[in-house]
């Protein structure tokens, strides 16, 4: 007698449900851009969803007690001149979020405890190199600071945001760069190309070290580092069907699984929880999220279950580890972006009897706190991230963290720097300002005659928004002279029409009295010619 063992695992039974109506957030514009984005980015204290947004790019920050309908004038996040293609927040400050835009240039964000009350337009730094636009933003998972950018232009790009540098400049890609993610200690760095292959680069030299072909088919491909070294990919094979692999790296072309799942045109997105080995594939325009197991036993990709919603989805992200909820025994969380405007939030759960901790669900999770500085780092130092328990919940720590910019001083700069600091020294010093001046000269990037960049930036902001206020007026002063000159042209119409009229009467009047005298004339006359021949007769 044969029977089939069922597999043993306790993410066997792992559900999805959805949250009521009134708990998600409805009326939300999403971005109708074509770039393949996820469009939504989630942390514990906030959800951001790119918006379409009139006169350049923007996306709208919430924090994740205001559920309901948003109100059409909420305030958003708008310094780009273009549409924003994608944001990621900060794994190690909850408070600051980067942004990729068509106008080529990235923008990190400072988000203030408790949302916005007014739209944000000043961001903490701009980086600016891209000469096309910029469709990815990946930031290190261990290093403080560490961004990596790419672009239509090609080009992989990681700064150090602290100081608005360039650490690493990679030009190898022949074509767009679709995806790139970093391993678990950021160590390696996986990027997929339009030319249909992925490479692994030593981050910090930009060299390749193995390259291969990943999916044959045309269409985007997506590629991440699993926590223990394994690459997980996304594409679509010669036929359009949509497929994934399982690839080790050091032999990149020899998948250890690849497995075809339909025909669908959307892009999958994997989104990888490294604490329990769970892959969610999500595609856009679909309606189902599919997840699987990562396991050391064949078939290595195990499929758990489908998650069915009647709406087909255009954008999704994923709460990290420390924004679920440990008590439901709830594992993985997303938000849903839907056509009709309905961010619908998504709870994936393990049924459990027990109130109690579940430690086997919740090994220790990633934490907020940065491992190694950008220096060490680009240096040749790694080290894993940080990790804590959940067990008593989880506390944010990013409220006594804030992003500070120390920017270098540009050496093209330094003579012209010079000369204003020896004016404005000499000013200050006559006027008994002599400290102030020894600051000025103490640093190289320091503001002259106390002004600083940034004041610059409002000044000249504040000028542009004077001389728009002053256009408007004065079309609105035309607006009106034309309308008054309209009205006393028709004023003067109705006047001459008047004139004339009554002119015209007179002229009646005029020629009916002439009548009259005339008539009385020849009567007269008539009445003395009668009178003289009656005589003539007597």
Not at 360 to 379: C, F, G, H, S, V
Not at 380 to 407: C, H, M, R, W
Not at 435 to 464: C, F, H, Q
Not at 493 to 514: G, L, R
Request: hydrophobic fraction near 35%.
């Amino acid at each position: 007698m044969s029977f089939r063992v069922v597999r043993s695992s306790k993410f066997r039974h792992v559900y999805g449900q959805a949250l009521k109506r009134e708990q998600c957030y409805d009326n939300i514009r999403v971005s109708k851009s074509s770039w393949d984005s996820t469009f939504c980015a989630v942390n514990p204290k906030f959800l951001a969803i790119i918006v379409e947004s009139a006169g350049g790019g923007a996306f709208i920050v919430l924090p994740h007690s205001k559920v309901g309908r948003i109100a059409a004038d909420h305030p958003l996040v708008g310094g780009h001149k273009g549409p924003v293609l994608d944001i990621a927040w900060c794994p190690h400050n909850d408070n600051v979020i980067a942004s990729g835009s068509e106008d080529c240039v990235v923008k990190v964000w400072q988000i203030p405890d408790g949302g916005l009350s007014r739209t944000l337009t000043e961001p903490v730094v701009d980086l600016v190199f891209h000469q096309r636009r910029v469709g990815l933003v990946v930031w290190h998972p261990s290093a403080l600071n560490v961004l990596l950018t790419a672009g239509s232009d090609n080009q992989v790009v990681i700064w150090n945001v602290g100081t608005g540098e360039i650490l690493v400049h990679i030009d190898s890609h022949p074509d767009i760069v679709y995806s790139a993610c970093f391993n678990w200690d950021g160590s390696k760095l996986v990027t997929t190309c339009k030319d249909k292959k992925i490479r692994i680069y030593d981050p910090r030299t930009g060299e390749v070290e193995s390259e291969a072909v990943c999916h044959e088919g045309s269409k985007a491909t997506r590629a991440i580092f699993l926590r223990h070294g394994l690459i997980f990919t996304t594409g679509f094979n010669r036929s359009s069907e949509r497929q994934y692999s399982l690839r080790a790296p050091d032999a990149l072309s020899d998948p250890i699984v690849m497995v075809e799942l339909d025909t669908s045109n959307g892009v999958m997105f994997p989104l990888y929880d490294p604490d329990t080995n769970l892959i969610y594939l999500c595609g856009k325009g679909d309606s189902v999220i599919r997840y699987f197991e990562v396991t050391p036993e064949p078939p290595f990709v195990h499929y758990i279950n489908t998650f069915q919603t009647p709406d087909p989805q255009r954008g999704i992200g994923m709460m990290p580890k420390r924004g679920c909820d440990v008590t439901t025994c709830e594992i993985a969380k997303f938000y849903r972006l839907n056509n009709n405007g309905l961010c619908q939030v998504i709870s994936m759960t393990v049924p459990r009897k027990s109130d109690l901790f579940q430690e086997d669900l919740y090994p220790d999770t990633l934490a907020e706190d940065a491992a190694i500085t950008a220096e060490k780092w680009i240096m040749g130092e790694d080290a894993d991230p940080i990790t804590f328990s959940l067990k008593g919940g989880y506390v944010s720590q990013s409220a006594n963290k804030s992003l500070s910019v120390s920017k270098k001083a540009n050496i093209l700069n330094k003579a012209a720097v010079g000369t204003s600091k020896s004016a404005s020294s000499a000013t200050l010093g006559s006027s008994g300002g002599g400290s102030s001046a020894a600051n000025n000269s103490s640093g190289g990037s320091a503001p002259v005659s106390g002004i600083t960049e940034k004041d610059l930036r409002d000044i000249t902001d504040e000028i542009r928004k004077l001389k728009a206020i002053i256009v408007k007026h004065e079309n609105r002063i035309r607006a009106l002279e034309a309308t008054i000159r309209e009205q006393e042209d028709n004023t003067d119409s109705v006047a001459a029409k008047s004139n004339n009229t009554s002119s015209s009467n007179d002229t009646k009047a005029n020629a009916a009295e002439s009548n009259s005298t005339k008539e009385d004339a020849n009567g007269s006359a008539g009445t003395t010619t009668a009178a003289g021949t009656a005589s003539d007769d007597v």
